[in-house]
Nanobody, 115 residues
Framework: QVQLVESGGGMVQAGGSLRLSCAAS????????MGWYRQAPGKQREFVAR???????NYADSVKGRFTISRDTAKNTVYLQMNSLKAEDTAVYYC?????????WGQGTQVTVSS
């Protein structure tokens, strides 16, 4: 069982920045892939970014060049640095962890970008 707890959401003006954190209850190097998804009102949940245990990263086209996923293995925490935020980035952001046997999800954190 892996627990994921997100934090760092909030309200920001367009063009601003936020950093989300996802604290895991397990060693994140034992989790094959950790990532971020988001769900805007009335829309399906969508992929944002991921980082593998080996450190490889991938991003959705909509956030490339603006968002950066990183991790602190000593703190078992994954981060999502979000810069140049746009109104369309408004959503609930979820942290995920794929152990290869099971997918885990956090409770989500709200990000609201005002234009």
């Amino acid at each position: 069982q892996v627990q994921l707890v997100e934090s760092g959401g909030g309200m920001v003006q367009a063009g601003g920045s936020l950093r989300l954190s996802c604290a895991a209850s397990a060693n994140i190097l034992s989790i094959l892939v950790m990532g971020w998804y988001r769900q805007a009102p009335g829309k399906q949940r969508e992929f944002v970014a991921r980082i593998t245990a080996g450190g490889r990263t991938n991003y959705a086209d909509s956030v490339k060049g603006r968002f950066t996923i990183s991790r602190d293995t000593a703190k078992n925490t994954v981060y999502l640095q979000m810069n140049s935020l746009k109104a369309e980035d408004t959503a609930v952001y979820y942290c995920t962890g794929d152990t290869g046997l099971m997918d885990y999800w956090g409770q989500g954190t709200q990000v609201t970008v005002s234009s």
